[in-house]
């Protein structure tokens, strides 16, 4: 299914203007821009917005969100475990508070007050904070991506937005021929320094990873080949081809 950015607003209930700036920070990104300039959005960007929401609830800065779910250690069934078990205590919640408010309206006034405490749900959600910093935030690179983040200005985003934008572009230039050659080498070693330069440290470890996500993760396959068709697979033949020198 495929929904419009209004439609996607409505149906989430997030702005516009706020899925215009999770754009902007590479954040969610449309799964296809048309001529118009349009904004769609398939399913699996639906479900992404969904993850972003749930780390939102744990007040979990936006620059920090994009880097967990951009981890290759992001574990979608786990966090959906997660959400699922905050809702139900939320639900809980609510149930008690329906049920006091009907017992009122039927004259039978207690002076209970739990129904009113939010504790139990607040300390399973600084509990799913404190692991989720845990499992994706415990490295290097993660600490150094959201230090730099925090000093971003609106035009730091933009020019590091239009610089990638140019470089994968580029990449799709190649598509169709050898991701070992000199070309697509030097533009791997680009990559490499812009990533370095924008986000943190990245060795040939780390970008070999980043490599293999680009075609595991569908979400960053389909971002990518925006460019044009095949650049994720290419980009990733290459910097395979590069991590093996």
């Known amino acids: 299914m495929r929904h419009s950015i209004g439609s996607l607003s409505k149906l989430s209930g997030v702005s516009i203007r706020a899925l215009h700036h999770y754009d902007q920070i590479g954040l969610l990104q449309p799964s296809e ?16 917005l969904w993850q972003i929401l749930f780390y939102r609830e744990l007040d979990f800065p936006l620059g920090e969100i994009a880097q967990i779910l951009s981890s290759p250690a992001f ?20 149930d ?4 006091l ?11 209970e007050f739990k129904p009113f405490d939010t504790s139990e749900i607040d300390s399973l959600r600084n509990q799913y904070a404190e692991e989720a910093k845990a499992r994706w935030g415990n490295t290097e690179a993660y600490r150094e991506s959201t230090k730099r983040a925090a000093k971003w200005t609106e035009a730091d985003k933009a020019a590091i937005a239009a610089k990638s934008g140019e470089i994968f572009s580029a990449f799709a230039a190649l598509v169709g021929s050898d991701p070992a050659s000199a070309e697509a080498q030097a533009l791997v ?10 986000y943190y440290t990245c060795t040939d470890e780390i970008l070999a990873g980043l490599g ?7 979400r960053f396959a389909k971002s990518i080949d925006q460019s044009g068709a095949g650049t994720a ?13």
Not at 75 to 94: F, S, T, W
Not at 212 to 218: F, L, T
Not at 233 to 245: E, L, P, R, V
Request: hydrophobic letters at 40%; charged letters at 35%.
């Open 101 to 111: 408010v009907s017992n009122a309206m039927k004259g039978e006034t207690e002076m």
């Open 189 to 198: 070693e680009r990559w490499k320094a812009f990533i370095s330069e924008s």
């Open 75 to 94: 574990d979608r069934n786990r966090a959906l475990m997660e959400h699922r078990n905050l809702l139900l205590q939320k639900r809980e919640r609510l």
């Open 96 to 99: 008690r508070l329906i049920e």
């Open 233 to 245: 697979q290419f980009m990733s033949s290459a910097i395979a081809a590069y991590c093996k020198k």
């Open 212 to 218: 293999q996500m680009y075609i595991a993760d569908e």
């Open 33 to 48: 821009v048309a001529q118009s300039g349009y904004r769609y959005y398939d399913d699996a960007a639906v479900e992404r």
